[in-house]
């Protein structure tokens, strides 16, 4: 399940707003008191610090409606255990968490939430954060209007159309002195007819897609014409490493600035990245906005339509396995700041709600064979171009996409990426079989795709191109000397797939 929260601002009548003013304050008073004895004490059960306080404070503000008794105290529970959690990993620098602000949630019986989803177009709702006084009579009701925006309505219609559900829990939060009341949409995730298969893979400055289109109808598999059984391929442009590399001189010039101003009496400097005034002029630099809005855009464009999504599995550290082989401290830097996860968490996140679907496949040799004829690549002087023994150069980030893509055919699963096979794994126990997450007939068109692509004889050089796609026609990465050296005749013809004279 999706969960989408869309935050609409209030229409607060001021006498409702000194209220909920009020309500706050004890509400926020409650969390940061049983937050910190949760963590003193080590209790983060929810039932057993309801035990301990509920009577406490109900006796306490009497008014309140005990409903937001209960959801402070639940709340606390959550931000102590999420605190034990990072004091464990080393993240928490301070001996109990500090709680700087907080939304009052209100569950269904504290607010109008039966009368709102029975509603077409709802415009208002009431809260009753007070009780009425009287036992058994629950809260005084009070009413605000909403500022619904474009995105409160596509959400609502949504729920209009049974794509999604709005969830009972009401969440009120104060902005400086604005009210907002944030709703959280359940959103089914929609299944869809895949249309297309598309892999990718994340590189320092680019994400490598490799799509293919799947046609349904036999009438167009009749037709099928070796340009649209090419898988296209192309690069996002993301210049994580660049954009890190950036920030990294930013910083160091911040460091250079304040030096003189915390010099120790032996001439050396105190650690300026611990500092406030440090922390305050990064804070400025944006740098992990700018980055989550390009990973945003990544995963927008690979789940345009709904798609079966084939991508690496990457470990727990993705960051560390790919630095193994990789010297310079620059460039491992530059590594460990590409958000891997972030990408397929977005992506993921993403072709759910869209009706895509992402299946992942082991990273094994990904760059390291000729997608074409299975042979084990050789290394280049250009890190970007391979070799193939058959004769033809590979772009390694195109060469790993389609391995990819090929690993969840029956083909790959017994034979070709995995060369050596004794000593890796036993794929006979996979012999005929494909990925089972797939549907059959999906498999069966990317091989038919795949098949053909390895018996055209132009795919060699379509994969040693540098960016076939990139619409910038940015300079030949590749290795270059494949077009302009053996004269007319392109080295790729050397292989086996010798052009005839009934190609076509
Ligand atoms: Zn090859």
Not at 63 to 87: G, P, T, V, W
Not at 113 to 129: D, K, M
Not at 423 to 447: A, Q
Request: charged letters at 30%; proline letters at 5%.
């Amino acid at each position: 399940m999706l969960r989408r929260a869309v935050a609409v601002e209030l229409e607060v009548p001021r006498e409702v707003s000194k209220l909920l003013y009020d309500v706050e304050s004890v509400y926020l008073g409650i969390v940061r008191e049983v937050a910190v004895y949760a963590v003193v004490n080590n209790v983060t059960s929810t039932t057993q610090l309801q035990g301990l306080f509920y009577r406490k404070y109900r006796l306490e503000y009497p008014s309140l409606n005990s409903q937001l008794i209960i959801q402070a105290i639940r709340q606390a529970a959550q931000i102590a255990k999420s605190f034990m959690e990072r004091r464990r990993e080393g993240l928490a620098d301070k001996p109990y968490p500090e709680v700087r602000s907080v939304s009052i949630r209100f569950t269904e019986i504290a607010w109008s939430y039966n009368q709102f989803v029975g509603s077409i177009a709802p415009v208002r709702l009431a809260v009753s954060p007070i009780s009425t006084g009287r036992r058994g009579r629950g809260g005084r009701r009070f009413e605000v209007w909403l500022r619904p925006h474009k995105r409160f309505w596509l959400y609502w219609w949504r729920v209009l159309t049974g794509e999604a559900e709005l969830a009972s829990t009401l969440l009120i939060k104060r902005r400086l002195n604005k009210w907002y009341a944030i709703f959280i949409f359940e959103i089914k995730p929609k299944e869809e007819e895949p249309r297309s298969i598309v892999a990718f893979d994340i590189n320092e400055n680019t994400v490598a897609v490799g799509r293919i289109d799947i046609e349904t109808t036999v009438d167009k598999v009749a037709k099928w014409n070796k340009q649209y059984l090419t898988p296209q391929l192309y690069m996002i442009r993301t210049d994580f490493g660049k954009l890190a590399r950036r920030y990294e001189r930013v910083r160091s010039a911040i460091i250079e600035k304040l030096k003189p101003g915390f010099a120790l009496p032996n001439g050396k400097y105190m650690n300026i990245t611990n500092t406030r005034e440090y922390r305050k002029r990064v804070k400025h630099l944006r740098e992990g906005v700018r980055k989550v809005g390009r990973v945003r855009q990544v995963a927008s464009e690979l789940t345009r339509t709904p798609a079966i999504i084939i991508t690496e599995e990457l470990g727990d550290n993705p960051q560390e396995s790919m630095i193994e082989d990789v010297g310079k401290d620059e460039l491992r830097h530059r590594i460990k700041q590409t958000p891997f996860k972030a990408v397929e968490r977005a992506v993921e996140d993403k072709a759910l709600e869209r009706g895509s679907k992402l299946v992942r496949v082991s990273s094994y040799r990904n760059s390291r064979v000729c997608p074409i004829h299975f042979t084990r690549l050789e290394k280049t002087d250009d890190w970007h171009t391979l070799y193939c023994p058959k004769g033809h150069y590979v772009d390694r980030d195109y060469a790993s996409i389609l391995n990819m893509l090929w690993k969840t055919t029956p083909e790959a699963w017994t034979k070709g990426v995995w060369w050596n096979l004794r000593r890796e794994m036993n794929w006979r126990e996979y012999e005929g079989k494909s990925n089972p997450s797939i549907p059959y007939e999906t498999v069966s068109h990317l091989w038919t795709h795949l098949k053909t692509f390895t018996a055209s004889e132009e795919s060699p050089a379509m994969l040693a191109r540098g960016k076939p796609m990139n619409p910038t026609g940015e300079a030949d990465e590749g290795g270059g000397e494949e077009t302009s050296q053996k004269g007319r005749r392109p080295r790729f013809l050397n292989g086996p797939h010798k052009p005839t004279p009934t190609g076509n």
